[in-house]
């Protein structure tokens, strides 16, 4: 068998390649979910989440020019105290072919239909424990132009004619408001607010986390080693700043702070990491 030939690779190297065959995988779903959807990243903070999401974190902020990271406190648990701190919430839908060129237009129908689906709401929220007084109700519609297969869903408020026009125009890049539009379905969305555990402040302690420091060693940062300090992030305090590189361990993540980043606790406890100015 012959050999393959090319450049011999060494561990540091293939490392390497798979974290930026991983960002670069992420990089596009970002920009499916804001660019192309017509948002623009630097107006954003990235939130960084879940065992792996802090690893990756800087260096997807750094390609999508976001200013900002936040990652919060047990970031690999984040989902489970979203849970414990979520609404409940039940979602209705009933499908409804309108072609409507004015908000006005067939307002009292929809009106009608809406109120089937507040009743029915208003029902199952009440087997969950909840007075109808208690609720939160979104009504919005899922809207698109006449003859397209896709849609939009905008706030059943105001003038949501011009709201889908608008929509369209920021998701798409143009709007036609010459053209008649559908409403395709209508949703009702009803909350009932839970009690929420509470999340408590951080100690104030110094700028320099000299206390969580665990390790100082050498660590490869995009090709380059550079002498890095390792943080254990149970120790650390509000108004701590760490300068990057530099990395952060915890039971549920690891937070790698390439050079030129810098990082401070803010008093939940939520390290913000921003690009050294």
């Given amino acids: 068998m012959e050999r393959a030939r090319g450049p011999m690779r060494n561990v540091e190297q293939f490392a390497q390649g798979i974290l930026d065959v991983a960002n670069s995988v992420m990089g596009k779903a970002i920009r499916v979910i804001s660019v192309e959807r017509g948002h623009d990243p630097r107006d954003y903070t990235l939130v960084a989440f879940g065992g792996a999401g802090a690893l990756h974190a800087c260096d997807l902020a750094s390609a999508l020019e976001i200013p900002r990271v936040l990652v919060p406190c047990f970031p690999g648990a984040l989902s489970a105290l979203g849970i414990l701190r979520a609404d409940v919430a039940k979602d209705l839908s009933q499908t409804i072919r309108l072609e409507v060129r004015s908000a006005s237009q067939f307002r009292g129908k929809l009106l009608k239909e809406f109120a089937a689906l507040v009743r029915e709401g208003h029902a199952q929220m009440r087997a969950e424990g909840f007075a109808p007084g208690s609720l939160r109700i979104d009504r919005t519609l899922d809207m698109r ?15 949501y004619v011009a709201a889908f026009h608008r929509a369209h125009e920021q998701r798409y890049g143009y709007s036609d408001r010459s053209r008649s539009c559908e409403v395709a379905n209508i949703r009702a969305r009803f909350s009932g607010s839970v009690p929420k555990p509470g999340l408590p402040k951080l100690r104030v302690g110094n700028s320099y986390p000299e206390g969580a420091v665990i390790d100082k060693t050498n660590v490869l940062f995009s090709g380059r080693r550079y002498p890095t300090t390792i943080y254990d992030r149970n120790k650390l305090q509000a108004e701590n700043r760490i300068f990057g590189p530099a990395i952060v361990t915890e039971y549920s993540a690891t937070t790698a702070i390439p050079p030129q980043w810098t990082g401070h606790i803010d008093s939940y406890g939520n390290l913000i990491l921003e690009p050294r100015r």
């Fill in 145 to 159: 132009y006449s003859g397209q297969s896709y849609d939009l869903t905008v706030p059943f408020a105001g003038d």
